[in-house]
């Protein structure tokens, strides 16, 4: 229960009135025409009247006086957050050298008459490599023996039509045609020029071949999909261009030869009815760059800002031209102090001036205004002057290196949208978010400030509890949801964590929360990863060794038969057939899943008596006659699952493909 706060003073205008009015009999008993007509009674509303805002006014103080106390204790409203997202710059041409894209470029959405521009800058940067294949081979899955692999010479590729056999002659699901090469080709779109035999795609449908493509990235994940943007030549069945945009690549080693590994794999629909007859051939290969995808985030980037000139006095303040302030980059975001005839000062940005001395070169941003403020002087009981940080001499000229500005909701785009390309980029033709950008905030208001901070006493920016790491962790962009597992008081599995060890299992944010969520929506990105790790790192205990994965996720299908009311028509069953499908994703999510309707809780088994009961509930629906559960991993086939399915500590559950029959 939450303390309650007293009320100053809780009269109102009608209280003060009435009591106004019974005190006139004492004090004036000549006074006997009390109506609201009297002009005597008139005065006393408007005095009331007055005496109400003021009590309304004093009754305000509770309320800054706690405003004032989380300033005290250093809380500040969050600046906006900017979205953040891929995006994909297209080459004019292959180029035989390497093209570079430095970190900066500008890109937009298109301005018109009522919405100006939306302005997104590159966050890294981007080289455009020419890839250098050195090698090609196809692995027979059925084979464990040295014959498993065969080596491929490409040199005699347009000799004599001679030609490669991509898969075994009886393809079967896993096996793979193998490329390598020497050039790290990390988020390139890559374009694959094949020469196919028209006979060899035999038995596919030639717009959903059973194919993926994947490239090697080691570790855990090990093999990580391309996106297929185009695939011309219909599944190997006619000459054409592969456009795939591939992931981060890892060096690996296959055959005797270290390189950087891409396959096309067969799927387990071969062995459904889309599958090979015989295995595709081509006659040609040609491998080029045609561009590249590098991470963006929304807003712009100034250079160099003049702020204006020092008059020596402490505590000055500077203006920037751009608000609100995005985070900043110690090592390029900072103050450049230029003092007259003397030698460029680097200054440095602090959060706040209780620790400067004299002599420090500091200075404090407030990032929702733009004002650069530096240390202020204070008169001492002795009659001295304590300054803290240093000022400027008199006549410096003071400018700010860099920032970024911007942030916000708007930020948050949906794909294909960002076309404009605002900086002037030597061989680059186009520019396209291929993908969402997530992750914008607009500033936080006071209200919000003030519901947290009982959070931010418990934990003072410092982990030590559980509760600690996912309040922490779910103020990081990029988050959705967070849950943190730390050793218990009695042994558990092999896997839990062990004493002095934390695991926290990060959920990102996602663009589309609703329906079948993509596989590719739901891991766990590098970067999320490591800025996770790195604003925990500053504040775990010493001692404490600490780890960042992705959830482990138990991928549900349900397949359902419902029976609805005699005499139902057709119409009613399609109604409801879409109402409990859509009530199976919803509840089977992992961002508005679970009971609550907040996300499935880490670790929360699931039981088919739930699922009964949520089909049970859909109007128009007479009784639920069979519910069977499927469960897999997102590698393999789905498998049926028990009454109740156990999910680990670090373990969600997300919806698969849902079958739902209505009788």
């Given amino acids: 229960m939450p303390l309650p706060a007293p009320s100053l003073d809780d009269r109102h205008f009608q209280d003060i009135v009435d009591q106004v009015k019974s005190m006139i009999p004492r004090y004036c008993p000549e006074w006997t025409d009390h109506n609201v007509s009297d002009p005597g009674v008139t005065l006393i509303e408007l005095f009331a009247w007055m005496t109400d805002m003021l009590l309304y006014r004093v009754n305000q103080v509770p309320e800054k006086n706690y405003i004032k106390f989380l300033e005290l204790i250093g809380v500040r409203l969050e600046s906006p957050r900017a979205a953040r997202g891929p995006v994909t710059f297209y080459l004019s041409a292959a180029q035989p050298a390497e093209i570079k894209i430095n970190a900066g470029a500008e890109v937009a959405t298109v301005r018109t008459e009522t919405n100006p521009a939306i302005i997104f800058s590159t966050e890294e940067d981007l080289v455009v490599r020419p890839p250098v294949l050195t090698g090609a081979y196809t692995r027979n899955t059925s084979r464990s023996d040295a014959g498993a692999w065969t080596t491929h010479d490409l040199r005699q590729l347009g000799i004599a039509k001679n030609r490669i056999s991509l898969f075994p002659q009886k393809p079967e699901p896993g096996d793979a045609f193998y ?21 060899g795609g035999a038995g596919v449908d030639p717009n959903n071949p059973p194919t993926e ?41 296959f055959q005797g030869q270290r390189a950087y590994w891409l396959r096309c794999q067969l799927t387990r629909e071969q062995s459904t009815g889309n599958g090979y007859v015989v295995s595709p051939s081509i006659f040609a290969l040609h491998v080029e760059s045609r561009g590249g995808t590098v991470g963006a985030f929304h807003g712009a980037t100034v250079h160099n800002e003049l702020l204006g000139t020092a008059d020596g006095t402490p505590g000055q303040s500077f203006k920037l031209l751009h608000a609100p302030l995005l985070a900043r980059n110690p090592d390029t975001d900072f103050l450049v102090v230029d003092p007259p005839g003397g030698q460029r000062e680097r200054w440095h940005e602090v959060t706040d001036f209780g620790d400067s001395a004299t002599d ?141 060890q934390v695991f926290v299992i990060v959920l990102p944010q996602g663009q589309n929360t609703s329906g079948r969520i993509a596989m590719e929506q739901l891991t766990l ?34 397949s359902a038969k419902l029976r609805l009311p005699e005499r139902s028509d057709a119409a009613l069953a399609v109604e409801v057939r879409a109402q409990a499908e859509a009530a199976l994703y919803r509840y089977l999510n992992p961002y508005t899943g679970g009971p609550r309707g907040d996300g499935w809780p880490f670790g929360r088994d699931l039981h088919q008596s739930e699922i009964f009961s949520l089909l049970q509930s859909i109007p128009h629906v007479e009784f639920v006659e069979d519910v069977q559960m499927f469960v897999s991993d997102g590698s393999g086939a789905p498998k049926p699952a028990s009454a109740r ?3 680990p500590r670090h373990g969600i559950i997300c919806s698969d493909s849902h079958e739902v029959k209505v009788s």
């Fill in 645 to 647: 399915l156990i999910v």
């Fill in 525 to 558: 990105s590098a970067e999320v990863r490591e800025r996770v790790l790195q604003d925990l790192d500053k504040r775990r205990l010493l001692g404490t060794a600490l780890e960042v994965r992705g959830p482990q996720y138990a991928w549900i299908s349900v």
């Fill in 360 to 500: 420090d070169t500091n200075y404090i941003v407030d990032d929702l205004e733009g004002i650069i403020t530096l240390g202020p002087s204070l008169l001492q009981p002795d009659g001295s002057v304590y300054r803290f940080g240093a000022v400027p001499a008199k006549g410096s000229a003071l400018s700010f290196s860099r920032y970024h500005h911007g942030g916000g909701v708007e930020g948050n785009l949906p794909r294909g949208v960002l076309t404009v390309l605002k900086t002037s980029i030597p061989y680059v033709s186009s520019v396209i978010n291929r993908g969402p950008t997530i992750g914008g905030r607009d500033a936080q208001r006071l209200e919000d400030a003030m519901l947290r901070a009982p959070h931010m006493l418990r934990t003072r920016s410092r982990a030590v509890t559980a509760e600690d790491y996912e309040y922490l962790t779910t103020q990081i962009n990029g988050v959705a949801r967070a849950c943190c597992l730390a050793p218990g008081s009695q042994p558990g599995d092999p896997s839990d964590p062990r004493p002095g």
């Fill in 179 to 199: 490329l390598s090469f020497s050039t790290d080709l990390t988020r390139h779109v890559l374009a694959l020029s094949l020469n196919c035999d028209a006979a």
């Fill in 213 to 253: 493509w994947e490239v090697w990235q080691g570790g855990a994940t090990r093999w990580a999909r391309c996106e297929v943007e185009y695939d011309g030549t219909g599944g190997f069945n006619r000459a054409g261009d592969v456009i795939l945009h591939a992931p981060s690549m890892a060096l690996g080693e």
